[in-house]
């Protein structure tokens, strides 16, 4: 056999990430087999475990797991499974929030909060439950974030003042500039053509650029928060350049899709993968297995050809609807790798409901799992002894009501991950 | 009595918006009233076509006559919302030869173009149809868009002289005896535009002559002035793709069925249709089978439309009218002619006429008769003049611009927008600030979008109407809030926000018939970004306790 | 990964059915829910604001079209055809291929043909064509291009960067070395392997080739160097559709005909892999399309499903002075094919060599794209982030499998740069 590993997960967004991870670092061989992007660059980069139970807000989720019903992944994982997910988070980034079992309250760019449990160090001065004042600032082309809207409606609800003004971005971008290029700007610190006195114009570097642009905006607040634009490779520097000039503390507001805070994430997550010593192959999708009640290997078909990955123990990471993990046609609901059960109503008209925000049962589609986290049948035995399932692929629950998703992610990563190479090392 | 207008218009469809347009040219003073958006109703509930005449050309000629001769004029009047595709009647192996060729004799004798293609000409101007394609007919079917066209109407109207109010309900019919005074409506933002900020008020408008152009709900106001209309109303479903697999209309040529069509509407292809007779045009069930045997049927004609992404479902109620005791019981048997019931004839009530049946292409022919009709009542001696002057966007105007020179948009965004807009483009377009798009899959400039607010308030389903901003492959997930934004701040936050969320419920209810695979995954992408990055399902903030939650580090 | 996704879409679905020419890639717009991970992903849209990204230039663009509309928006002439676009999409929209398609569209309508900048692609992308002519007089060649006046004439009149110093022509091309050494030294009739070359590998850097067949040879495999022409790789970057479509065709009947006989298709380099797997059965319905893209390979990827590659690595080494720690870079074509990770996975079980990857930008060069004047600083701005890592790497030696990221490499740099098969070459054949 050429490729062989001890431990196989397919799928490279954060669950699969946070599986080879806990693995690795457990002491087994991991291949990290990944087909495409991941949700990541959609997300907001933020680390939500649980922000709502119905229509509670929760600001301890550690004393609210136990309200949630028996089918929830956190179920499966406990208390324990979540804090472990979230041990890891806090070895691969300096996210902030780690000091406290309590969510954080983020400003969104639609202008609301959202509870969060952990949270980019770029967002962290920018805490709705911090009561300094604040500016926000938005670009005119930068379109899905409007700061005098947003501002508007945090006004409403927040311990603090808070006012939104629209400034154009600097120099002469092209008005479908993307963002990556605005970032880029930023990293590199271009120099940028402003209009001077008269009709001279004079090239200034784009950091300072744009807090020269801000400054005269500044009035009382003492923090000032941007869209999630502030660099791709430099974050740290561009935030506490354009701060420093400012004179007032910096923060990002997390936006997507695409998300800069999300492509942040994945690249630390890769390092650590890295350095973890996990294989990764990536860029062709896992098509098929060897194997009946236990899989001896995955097949990746690229362009065509077919080629076998092996391995002892095997982890689906394959993300839910918008991951693709699960699939459907009009007549149905399946999980398309390993083609395990996954509970639908059979008319589709039953997989929604009639407003937009409505308790959808096409948001809990996934497959079910026992306490291994190994997928089940019809019936209710595992589908494979060595395999398990971890992240968006799970169903019952709602990430985007609960505001768990990467919570989930990081915790059934973690133990599934563990549980694995257990088995593996046996 | 004071009057308040000498026509008053109920119905901002096609026939409303055609009939204020044709009596305000003629010097008459209009006012026309509407319970929703322009085109609310059947109108906007169409698949888009603008018929040949080929479809009626066997089994009603004189409306297949009428057909090719208002086909002709609004090429003319309203070119910017018509786009010429051709159609083709495709005959597959095993339907029948008699009717083909008595379809061919049909157009002849209507004076429809119609010229027969192999089975091979078929398939080179549409390479997606079946290899079972026997022959067709080519005719001069087309697509028009009814939003864009009614919308110009009723500008026109406006220009002339007209009141045109939206979101005006007609609560009464005001009788004094046995003459029909005028109305009494509910506005529900106060009149003028839309301002969802504005709190509702009812007016009575009264009015020489009342025109009851409302199609299938002609007879609930006919029950509010006190006579009984016979409408038949019955519902058709179309499933609207994510792309154009055809650019000409393909129709099934064969006697007539469900699911024997297909338009290329815009950047989609519409599927259609059913013929079901329900009691009300406002609830009525909307169904999986529909859904699904449009895309069964019609993929034997087109297979390719088996696998495609469909972005969602919309039903529209025919207005089928017929005269008391004819005693059709299948809806597909009714006329698809149009009545001018005139009530002082008809049930001694004056001042009132009704106009039901009838089809979206003949609507300004339709129009120019009940004016006629009108006038003479009126004893006004105005000509009709709407076939010869063109609506507002289709003035004489060429496409051959330098979109990046001109506009500063990109060439596929510079060429949809100024199909969009026709001859108004300049005026749109030439902006000075930054003009980015806002809406992706259709291509929707910030300056369009400006443009559509000031003609419609904070109605963003009129903007969108408008602009097609939010009907693409996303159906407004990613830019739903971005049309929203452009409100503010003209408009204030709680006002914006319930613009948005009207919008995006709008969006939601259509795309519920397509959610499997690829929509099944978008309406999970939008619901996440929605729901998860903006927090926008968030149940009452102002509970929160902020002190109970992480402040953060700074300062330790 | 639906069975729709994995199962890229049928080409002939594509095609239109009279020519077999594609046609239409609007039904291609149906995969894609606007998610901008390509735009997130494009290395031109990073540093390029008049590039608006792969979203725009393929589903939007394509969707929005109606039979009878033929303009093409001219900022797909910036596009660099590194596909990375394609890797990234999670939702399996053909985006290069309806870039592909795009720039063939506006090249064929809206470029004069007697425009500067239309003769120098053409010259530039059908680079097969004019090396025989360099190579019988390689020396003279040489010379000539390295002339400043040579130089300045590119710059000036053609349109070719100046800054760049032109490949060497090597005196003795792989293919006379192959015909003189009397082609194949062992004779297997269960493992046989075609060799696709390339031009660039025998025109340029025979070493390589020479090293693939020394290092399949060592393991039992005989191989077969077919006639062949130019992959099409640079010519579908500069929309030259017919130009790619005449070598297209020659190349699968030549190696359709060998799979048939039991034959594997070996290449060397990843974008001429790239071609033969993804871009010809995405553009080209001729018969055997689909098979020689079903049978074609990478060549270390080859090994590596087939013998023992990994553990006859860790029984070898090489020598650390010539080889030692080597910035690796993975060509864009290569993450396409999923190879990205191989080389550093599989070289770092080998003694006397510690492969490091300098991540995953793009070396910006993207085949002829940066041999243009007008892209030559962007080509370098992309290729910053890469040059950056390399530096940080001690030796000052690369590893690419892309000719053509080699010379970017080098010209970043000034590193020395391998490719990994000479490195196989040291390890399992010179030993």
Not at chain 1, 158 to 173: C, M, S
Not at chain 3, 141 to 156: A, D
């Amino acid at each position: 056999m050429a490729i062989e590993d001890d431990v196989v997960v397919v799928g490279g967004g954060l669950a699969g990430m946070a599986t080879a991870l806990s693995a690795a670092q457990d002491g087994s061989r991991v291949r990290l087999l990944s087909h495409k992007e991941s949700t990541l660059r959609f997300a907001s980069g933020l680390i939500d475990v649980l922000g709502y139970v119905g229509s509670e807000i929760v600001s301890n989720p550690f004393e609210t797991i136990s309200q949630l019903p028996d089918e929830h992944p956190y179920r499966r994982v406990g208390e324990d499974g979540i804090r472990d997910g979230l041990a890891l988070i806090d070895s691969v980034t300096d996210y902030a929030g780690g000091h406290t079992d309590r969510n954080a309250l983020v400003p969104t760019f639609g202008g609301t909060v959202k509870p969060t449990a952990r949270y980019p160090k770029h967002t962290a001065p920018g805490l709705a439950s911090d009561e300094r004042d604040a500016l926000l600032v938005g670009f005119e082309t930068v379109v899905d974030f409007d700061a005098p809207l947003a501002a508007e409606h945090l006004a409403e609800t927040v311990p603090f003042d808070v006012r939104g003004i629209t400034l154009q971005f600097l120099g002469d971008f092209r008005t479908d500039a993307r963002v990556t290029r605005l970032a880029h700007a930023l990293d590199e610190n271009e120099r940028i053509e402003v209009g001077g006195r008269g009709s001279v114009s004079e090239s200034v570097p784009a950091r300072i650029a744009l807090a020269e642009r801000v400054k005269p905006h500044l009035g009382d607040a003492e923090r000032v928060g941007f869209p999630a634009i502030l660099g791709e490779e430099h974050p740290d520097e561009v935030r506490a350049t354009i701060g420093r000039k400012l004179g007032v503390e910096v923060f990002e507001i997390p936006m997507g899709t695409p998300s800069l805070p999300g492509m942040r994430l994945e690249a630390e997550f890769e390092t650590a993968l890295r350095e973890a010593g996990v294989r990764t192959t990536t860029g062709n999708p896992v098509v098929d297995f060897e194997g009946t009640d236990e899989i001896s290997a995955v097949i990746v078909e690229r362009n065509s050809a077919r080629i076998p990955f092996h391995g002892e123990q095997f982890v689906l990471a394959t993300g839910g609807l918008v991951g693709k993990g699960i699939d459907s046609d009009r007549s149905g609901v399946r999980e398309p790798v390993f083609d395990c059960h996954v509970p639908a109503p059979e008319n589709r008209y039953d997989w929604f409901e009639d407003g937009a925000f409505d308790d959808h049962r096409f948001a809990r589609f996934g497959v079910r799992v026992d306490d291994e986290l190994r997928p089940l049948d019809s019936a209710g035995s595992p589908e494979f002894h060595n395999l398990r399932a971890v992240g968006g692929v799970l169903g019952g629950y709602d990430f985007a009501a609960e505001k768990s998703g990467s919570g989930i992610s990081l915790a059934t990563g973690v133990v599934a991950g563990r549980n694995a190479s257990d088995e593996v090392n046996l | 009595m004071a009057i308040d207008a000498e026509v008053l218009v109920v119905g901002g469809g096609s026939t409303g918006t055609g009939i204020a347009r044709d009596l305000a040219m003629r010097g008459v003073d209009v006012t026309l009233v509407e319970k929703g958006n322009l085109t609310h109703g059947t109108t906007g509930r169409m698949h888009g076509l603008l018929h040949s005449g080929g479809r009626y050309a066997v089994s009603d000629q004189a409306s297949a006559t009428e057909c090719i001769e208002e086909n002709r004029i609004l090429r003319d009047i309203a070119s910017h919302c018509v786009e010429m595709t051709g159609g083709q009647f495709v005959q597959l192996e095993g339907d029948d030869d008699d009717y083909f060729e008595e379809k061919l004799r049909g157009c002849r004798e209507c004076g429809i173009p119609a010229e027969v293609l192999t089975a091979k000409e078929a398939r080179e101007q549409e390479p997606y149809l079946t290899e079972d394609v026997k022959r067709a007919i080519a005719v001069p079917d087309g697509a028009i868009d009814p939003f864009r066209l009614c919308v110009a109407n009723a500008a026109d109207a406006e220009i002339h002289g007209a009141r045109i109010e939206t979101h005006a309900e007609v609560t009464d019919v005001l009788v004094d005896g046995t003459d029909v005074v005028g109305v009494e409506v509910r506005h529900e933002s106060g009149p003028g535009k839309r301002n969802h900020a504005k709190s509702g008020t009812t007016e009575k408008i009264r009015a020489e002559y009342v025109v009851n152009a409302s199609g299938a709900w002609a007879g609930q106001l006919g029950e509010m002035a006190g006579v009984d209309i016979e409408v038949r109303p019955s519902k058709g479903v179309m499933v609207v793709m994510n792309c154009r697999q055809v650019d000409t209309v393909v129709n099934h040529c064969r006697p007539k069925g469900d699911a024997d069509i297909i338009v290329p509407h815009e950047t989609t292809a519409i599927l259609g249709t059913t013929d079901e007779e329900v009691d009300d045009p406002e609830n009525y069930p909307e169904e999986e089978w529909e859904v699904d045997m449009m895309i069964d049927e019609l993929s034997k004609l087109v297979p390719i439309l088996r696998d495609s992404r469909t972005i969602r479902s919309f039903w529209g109620v025919r207005p089928l009218y017929e005269p008391p005791g004819t005693g059709t019981t299948d809806p597909t048997d009714i006329t698809r002619d149009f009545f001018l019931l005139d009530h002082e004839e008809r049930d001694d009530l004056t001042g009132l006429t009704s106009i039901v049946g009838g089809k979206f292409t003949t609507y300004r022919a339709m129009a120019e008769q009940i004016s006629d009709h009108v006038c003479e009542q009126l004893g006004v001696r105005g000509r009709c003049r709407t076939a010869d002057e063109p609506l507002p966007g289709s003035d004489d105007f060429t496409v051959l611009r330098d979109y990046m020179d001109d506009f500063g948009i990109r060439s596929p965004i510079g060429r949809r927008s100024v199909q969009r807009l026709g001859s108004r483009a300049d005026e749109v377009l030439m902006t000075d600030g930054p003009n980015p798009v806002l809406c992706e899959c259709e291509a929707v400039t910030r300056a369009e979008i400006g443009d559509a607010i000031d003609q419609s308030g904070t109605d963003l389903n009129a903007v969108r109407i408008r602009t097609r901003a939010s009907m693409g492959n996303c159906q407004g997930g990613i830019c739903c809030h971005r049309m929203a934004n452009e409100l503010h701040p003209k408009h204030d936050e709680p006002t914006v926000r319930d613009a948005l969320d009207e919008l995006f419920q709008e969006r939601w209810k259509g795309e519920r018939h397509a959610l499997w695979g690829e929509q099944l995954s978008q309406a999970a992408l939008n619901y996440a970004l929605h729901a998860t990055t903006m927090n926008r399902d968030a149940p009452d903030e102002d509970a929160i306790d902020f002190a109970a939650f992480d402040g953060g580090q700074h300062g330790d | 990964m639906s069975e729709k996704e994995v199962e890229r879409r049928d080409p002939t679905e594509l095609q239109d059915v009279f020519t077999g020419e594609s046609m239409d890639l609007r039904p291609g717009s149906d995969d894609c829910y606007k998610c901008s991970t390509c735009d997130t992903e494009c290395p031109v849209a990073e540093v390029d604001d008049d590039f608006p990204g792969p979203k725009f230039q393929g589903p939007e663009q394509w969707r929005l079209k109606r039979k009878d509309d033929h303009d093409i928006d001219d900022s797909v002439m910036s596009c660099s055809n590194c596909m990375r676009c394609d890797n990234v999409c999670p939702s399996e929209v053909p985006l290069s291929q309806m870039h592909n398609t795009a720039r063939g569209e506006y090249v064929e309508s809206q470029m004069s043909k007697l425009s500067r900048e239309y003769i120098r692609n053409r010259i530039l992308s059908n680079y097969g064509r004019l090396a025989p002519l360099a190579a019988r007089f390689p020396r003279l060649t040489n010379f000539v291009m390295g002339l400043s006046v040579t130089k300045f004439v590119n710059e000036k009149v053609m349109g070719i960067t100046g800054e760049r110093e032109f490949p060497e022509f090597a005196t003795e091309t792989f293919t006379d070395w192959w015909t003189k050494r009397g082609g194949a030294n062992v004779q297997n009739e269960e493992k046989r392997v075609a060799y696709f070359h390339g031009d660039y590998s025998n025109y340029n850097t025979p070493e390589v080739a020479k090293a693939m067949v020394r290092v399949f040879e060592s393991f039992g495999y005989e191989i077969v160097v077919p006639e062949q022409r130019c992959s099409g790789t640079p010519m579908f970057a500069n929309g030259m559709m017919d130009d790619a479509r005449r070598a297209a065709k020659f190349n699968i009947e030549t190696f359709a005909a060998l799979v048939e006989q039991g034959y594997d298709v070996i290449c060397s380099c990843t974008s001429c892999s790239m071609a033969l797997r993804q871009e010809y059965p995405e553009l080209y319905s001729f018969d055997g399309t689909a098979k020689v893209a079903a049978n074609t390979f990478e060549a270390l990827e080859y090994l590596r499903i087939h013998e023992d590659l990994e553990g006859e690595l860790a029984d070898s080494s090489v020598p650390e002075s010539e080889f030692g720690e080597l910035a690796y870079h993975a060509p864009c074509h290569a993450r396409n094919q999923g190879l990205d990770g191989q080389a550093v996975e599989l070289l770092s079980a080998l003694d006397g060599t510690d492969p490091v990857d300098v991540g995953d930008s793009c070396s910006g060069i993207s085949g002829t794209y940066g041999w243009k004047s007008e892209k030559y600083d962007t080509s370098m701005k992309i290729g910053e982030e890469m040059f950056e890592h390399m530096e940080d790497v001690e030796n000052e030696t690369g590893m690419t499998e892309c000719p053509t990221c080699a010379m970017q490499m080098n010209h970043g740099t000034g590193y020395e740069i391998r490719h990994p098969l000479e490195v196989l070459d040291s390890a399992l054949v010179d030993a």
